[in-house]
Nanobody, 123 residues
């Protein structure tokens, strides 16, 4: 069992930056791929970014590539999402996920989800 707690969301203006953090419990954190998935109001969930267990491989949605960076610190059981050059269309609830299947360029079926953190970008 893995418990995920996100933090760092908030209200910012366009082109600003935010860094989301996700603290994970459980001794097997370092064995899991991790990801971020977001959901805007009245839309389906959208993959944002993922990272493999060791942190040496990452994958991003085209909509955030070049603006967002995912990273992890296995010593602190934490995964991060650095979000730069934010746009109003990035407004969503951002969920941290753990487990699932990770390949370079793809990530699916996460096993664990956090409660989500709201990111709102004003124009």
């Amino acid at each position: 069992q893995v418990l995920l707690v996100e933090s760092g969301g908030g209200l910012v203006q366009a082109v600003a930056s935010l860094r989301l953090s996700c603290a994970a419990s459980g001794r097997t954190f370092s064995s899991y791929p991790m990801g971020w998935i977001r959901q805007a109001p009245e839309t389906e969930r959208e993959f944002v970014a993922a990272i493999n267990w060791s942190g040496d491989s990452t994958t991003y949605a085209d909509s955030v590539k070049g603006r967002f960076t995912i990273s992890r610190d296995n010593a602190w059981n934490t995964v991060y999402l650095q979000m730069d050059s934010l746009k109003p269309e990035d407004t969503a609830v951002y969920y941290c996920t753990a487990g699932g299947v990770y390949y370079t360029g793809d990530y699916f079926y996460p096993s664990y989800w956090g409660q989500g953190t709201q990111v709102t970008v004003s124009s």
